[in-house]
C-alpha cells in the first residue's frame, strides 16, 4: 500500500519561544535540527515538503541568512515576510518606542495549508505550532478529508487546535530525537 503523502509546516517563531522555554525550564542548552524534525513527524508518510516560515529584518543578519542557506539546503523551503515596525506607547509612562513586529507569517501557513488541501497534493497536513491561528484553516481542509497532525509543546498547545486536530505530538515527548548533536 502506498504510504500518504504529508508537507510539514514549521511556525519558526512558535517553535523557537517554545523550545527556548522548555530548555529554560529543564537546565538544557539544546538547539533543534529542523532535518530531524521533519523526519520524526513524517516518519511513515511519503513527506512531499517541508516550509519553514519566518519573519526577518530587510538586511538580513550573515548568521541567519547562513541558517536559511543550510535549512534550504536539507531541503526545507523559506517562506520569509519582512519585519515591520509598530509605535508603541506605554501605558503607563506615556512614553514611545518603535517595536519590530512580526506581520503575515501566520497568514502564509494557513495559506498554504488551504492551497495543499485544495490542489490535492497531500493527504496529512503536519502543522508544527501551538498558536489557535491555524484553527479555521485546519477546519477548512478537514471537511475536505486532509488529516491534520499538530506537533507542539504540551505547554504552549492551545486547547482550539489540540480539539482540532486529528493527531497531537508533543514535542516535549520527541525532544532527544530532533535536539542536534553537542559539538564537541
Known sequence: ???E?????IDAENILKSWRRHCQNNSLDDKIDYQKLVQVLSKDTNLLRAYFYDAVPENIPTKKKNFFTALQTKGIQLRTK??????????????VDTRTIQKGVDVSLATDI???????TC????????DEDYKDAIECIKDKGIKVWVASFKASLSSELRNTADKIIFIDDIFDSIKQESQK
Open 1 to 3: 500500500m502506498d504510504k
Open 114 to 120: 488551504l492551497r495543499h488541501a485544495w490542489q490535492n
Open 82 to 95: 519582512i519585519l515591520k515596525n509598530r509605535k508603541h506607547i506605554c501605558s503607563k509612562c506615556k512614553n
Open 5 to 9: 503523502k504529508s508537507i510539514v509546516l
Open 123 to 130: 493527504n496529512i497536513c503536519i502543522v508544527v505550532s501551538g
